[in-house]
């Protein structure tokens, strides 16, 4: 088993940033793909970004191209998500996610086996 934790959530102004972190501890060797999904009242768990295990190949959604960044901290088992220019429509609950399987869809929710509680991010305007 693998557990996620998330932090960084928090209260921002338009324009502002934040940066999250998904602490996993466990089995982490069983992980491969890790990824960011955000899910706001009211409408489906969307995807944010990921880090394909094979190669590292980094991807967002076009809705955070250019203002958020993906990392991760293999030493530290730790993945980040820097969030800038920040917008009101960015507020949702991100989540952490990781799978056991390299070959599934980053972008797809359903092909990851473990998820984070969650952190509220919230963007005023």
């Known amino acids: 088993q693998v557990q996620l934790v998330e932090s960084g959530g ?29 899910q706001a009242p009211g409408k489906e768990r969307e995807f944010v970004a990921a880090i ?13 191209k250019g203002r958020f960044t993906i990392s991760r901290d293999s030493a530290r088992n730790t993945l980040y998500l ?6 009101p429509e960015d507020t949702a609950v991100y989540y952490c996610a990781a799978d056991r399987s390299p ?8 092909d990851y ?13």
């Open 10 to 38: 928090g209260l921002v102004q338009a324009g502002d940033s934040l940066r999250l972190s998904c602490a996993a501890s466990g089995r982490t060797s069983s992980t491969t793909n890790m990824g960011w999904f955000r």
């Open 52 to 64: 394909r295990w094979m190669g590292s190949r980094l991807m967002y959604a076009d809705s955070v």
């Open 82 to 87: 820097q969030m800038d220019s920040l917008k």
């Open 103 to 110: 070959y599934g869809s980053v972008s797809r929710a359903s």
């Open 113 to 125: 086996d473990y998820w984070g509680q969650g952190t509220q991010v919230t963007v005023s305007s």
